[in-house]
């Protein structure tokens, strides 16, 4: 008869690869030109297997300009616009949160927050959806297929 907590405690699996470590990770943002800098960054990973969960924060100390993205932990089976987890990008003043979702990039080794901005979806830059300044914070959760 099968266990039905299968397969988190069924020591069958190859490798128990259920069990295992979190793993701290640096995300490193980055802007299509005029590198931002950041005041706190924090991340950490699972992998298990071939999959990987992962949660980050990043916090604003001073601006880019273009197109935002954030370095993944471990390098992503595959890409081109994957939707890979749900993130936050939160203005400190006035207090406003945006919900967003996190898409792969084209190479798999960073991702994008997308948001829904009156149905269509619109990827941030140092204006959009509002003018990011010191404090300011993305934050999120991932799930993908490591390469």
């Known amino acids: 008869?099968?266990?039905?907590?299968?397969?988190?405690?069924?020591?069958?699996?190859?490798?128990?690869?259920?069990?295992?470590?979190?793993?701290?990770?640096?995300p490193n943002l980055t802007t299509s030109s005029n590198q931002p800098t950041m005041l706190a960054r924090k991340g950490q990973y699972l992998q298990i297997n071939k999959t990987i969960?992962?949660?980050?924060?990043?916090?604003?100390?001073?601006?880019?300009?273009?197109?935002?993205?954030?370095?993944?932990?471990?390098?992503?089976?595959?890409?081109?616009?994957?939707?890979?987890?749900?993130?936050?990008?939160?203005d400190v003043n006035p207090g406003q949160l945006y919900v967003c979702v996190l898409r792969l990039d084209t190479n798999g080794t960073r991702f994008r927050h997308f948001f829904d901005g009156t149905g269509v979806n619109i990827a941030p830059t140092s204006a959009v959806p509002f003018v990011w300044?010191?404090?300011?914070?993305f934050y999120g959760f991932l799930n993908y297929e490591a390469a």
Request: charge should be negative; avoid cysteine.
């Open 1 to 26: 008869m099968p266990d039905p907590t299968y397969p988190f405690t069924d020591t069958r699996m190859p490798g128990n690869a259920v069990s295992g470590a979190w793993t701290s990770w640096l």
């Open 133 to 137: 300044s010191a404090g300011d914070l």
């Open 53 to 90: 969960f992962a949660n980050f924060s990043v916090t604003i100390n001073a601006i880019g300009t273009g197109a935002y993205y954030i370095s993944v932990p471990v390098t992503a089976a595959y890409y081109t616009d994957q939707n890979v987890g749900y993130g936050y990008l939160f």
